[in-house]
């Protein structure tokens, strides 16, 4: 005789894969590098800097 089946663990198991491969393709998508992210933490630094530069005078 076969072991009994938890219908309700393989129901939330095959939702947890769909979510996982959903959230894998957007950040393929939409995620960014990491020189990516730094490039533009730096962008955004220097013209804080430059701002302050020109307010200050």
């Known amino acids: ?3 009994p089946v ?3 663990r ?3 198991d095959k939702a ?3 979510k996982k491969a959903r959230a894998d393709q957007n ?3 939409h995620g960014r ?3 990516e ?3 533009d933490r730096a962008r955004t630094e220097k013209a804080a800097r430059d701002l302050d530069g ?3 005078t």
Do not use: D, G, P, T
């Open 1 to 3: 005789m076969a072991q």
């Open 6 to 8: 938890n219908l309700n």
């Open 10 to 12: 393989f129901r939330k």
């Open 16 to 18: 947890r894969a769909a």
């Open 27 to 29: 950040a393929i998508l």
């Open 33 to 35: 590098s990491k020189a």
């Open 37 to 39: 992210r730094e490039l």
């Open 54 to 56: 020109v307010k200050k």
